[in-house]
């Protein structure tokens, strides 16, 4: 879940440190500075999360997150709380900054207890056990902590700074890691937080800048920014009076081979819902189309490739992958498509194809899921999502035009820093039809002569919050592409 008031910049690891590294040499704000105000913002939000909460158990590890923990459990010890503290790893491993916020809790009469393998009962458990240096797998007495926390299913975690065990770069989890109920990211938001595994694990996040002075941000550029509506809709504007179909462009869906002639119903519906003028569909066979599709649609029924070349004189934008399939006819289509200099979104089995026969080109749109992307660039899933945004960087250098890599934090990446990423969305959205409905979505914003990255965006934006509205009014389970289809035309025209 992510809380709306949180900043759009994200930054990695490495930028992290260099604006502690800036706080600390340019306006002398100590390590031990952030560690306070880091405590003082994580009890603030206990209190506001969790008002119920008597009882704390703070788990600290050796690293300055532990200083982190520390620090609030002295001010959560000086607000009445009953604090009990737990301490993962050799106390010879802590710096001079940590040291000095546990004696502190020393100071207090509380005591530090090592972690040996239970925990005990309370109403929340803070983890401030690794912070954002970790980049191995987590194991020993830190595994085992992290696997009792998550045993735990009925005591609330909040995690200081990220979920111990969460890769803050990329998302990953080391092996293991906190399934935080909240997460508290401080002085910056991690990148890692919100795409790949990291969503699953953070719970809701909340933002503390630590009291660091604004200036301190315009010296270290953000690697990512999140997206929403309301900073992508400038190119939503009114339309004119005078305006006519042939004003917002024609579009068309090349796809829907036999038994999948859904797939392009879908990519062609969301083309006109999000406002273009005019939806061509090209296929094998108009029979089926000509039955169940909407009369507004155009069918046109190619055999053959020269067949397609007669009809691209009167199109603006292709959409091409939606059932196309993988055979000859489908083969055929998708080299006529990208010989065109029309702007071309590239979508399902015509990136499979094109993993085949692997091209570059400057006017086009690549939608991959991590499959796709993994056929892309020759490789695994799995490689994909241990670092999804190396990954969108990859696919864009390689094959051009602008990469949007989807899934859990879905990635837009044009050549030019920063990459954007939507956090919206859900996993209702895991149904099929739901590429086929985006890729035509942002096929119709870019026959209304939208940049394409503006059209991008926006596609991305609009197709996680029309799935999102579904979710809300009635569950995640079951929904399907077709479901977003009202909401599509509703949010295209909220912009104004």
Not at 259 to 274: S, T
Not at 293 to 311: F, G, K, N, Q, T
Not at 351 to 379: M, V
Not at 470 to 479: F, H, L, S, W
Request: proline share 4%.
């Amino acid at each position: 879940m992510i809380n709306n008031n949180l900043p759009y910049d994200l930054y990695s690891v490495n930028q992290i440190r260099k604006l502690n590294k800036i706080a600390n040499e340019w306006y002398n704000i100590t390590p031990s500075d952030l560690m306070k105000h880091a405590g003082d913002s994580a009890l603030n939000t206990i209190k506001n999360h969790w008002p119920q909460a008597e009882r704390l158990l703070v788990i600290c590890g050796t690293g300055n997150n532990a200083g982190d923990g520390f620090y609030l459990a002295k001010q959560a010890l000086d607000n009445g709380y009953r604090v009990v503290v737990y301490q993962v790893g050799n106390n010879e491993k802590l710096n001079a900054n940590v040291d000095h916020a546990k004696k502190k809790i020393l100071a207090a009469g509380n005591k530090v207890y090592s972690f040996k393998d239970s925990l005990p009962s309370t109403d929340l458990i803070i983890d401030a056990i690794l912070g954002i240096g970790i980049n191995r797998a987590v194991t020993g007495k830190y595994k085992k902590a992290i696997q009792m926390i998550n045993e735990d299913k009925y005591t609330s975690v909040l995690s200081m700074d990220t979920p111990s065990g969460l890769n803050a770069d990329t998302g990953n989890t080391l092996g293991i890691a906190v399934k935080a109920n909240a997460t508290i990211s401080f002085m910056s938001l991690k990148r890692g937080l919100f795409t790949g595994e990291g969503p699953n694990y953070c719970g809701t996040i909340y933002f503390n800048s630590l009291e660091i002075p604004c200036e301190i941000y315009h010296n270290v550029f953000p690697i990512a920014r999140r997206i929403n509506l309301e900073n992508n809709s400038a190119s939503l504007v009114p339309r004119e009076r005078i305006g006519h179909k042939g004003s917002y462009g024609h579009l068309f869906i090349i796809g829907g081979d036999y038994g999948m002639y859904g797939a392009a119903l879908i990519a062609a519906e969301a083309g006109a819902r999000a406002g273009a003028g005019l939806i061509s569909v090209v296929t094998q066979s108009t029979e089926v189309l000509v039955n169940f599709s909407r009369p507004e649609l155009m069918c046109h029924s190619v055999e053959y490739d020269d067949d397609l070349s007669s009809l691209l004189s009167i199109a603006n934008v292709l959409c091409i992958g939606p059932g196309l399939g993988q055979n000859k006819w489908g083969e055929s289509l998708f080299k006529k498509s990208i010989e065109t200099n029309l702007p071309l979104i590239v979508d399902a089995d015509a990136l499979n194809l094109l993993s085949k026969h692997p091209s570059h080109h400057d006017q086009w749109i690549l939608t991959p899921h991590p499959g796709e992307a993994a056929r892309l660039l020759n490789c695994s899933s799995q490689d994909i999502q241990n670092d999804r945004f190396e990954a969108v960087r990859e696919l864009q250098s390689r094959y051009g035009g602008i990469a949007i890599l989807k899934g859990s934090g879905t990635l837009i990446y044009d050549g030019n820093s920063p990459i954007r990423l939507s956090n919206l969305g859900n996993p209702g959205m895991g149904s099929g039809g739901m590429g086929d409905l985006l890729a035509g979505m942002i096929g119709g914003l870019l026959a209304q002569h939208l940049f394409p990255m503006n059209a991008a965006c926006i596609g991305v934006i609009i197709h996680g919050m029309a799935a999102d509205r579904v979710a809300k009014k009635n569950g995640e389970r079951g929904m399907l592409a077709m479901d977003l289809m009202p909401h599509v035309r509703h949010l295209v025209n909220l912009a104004y």
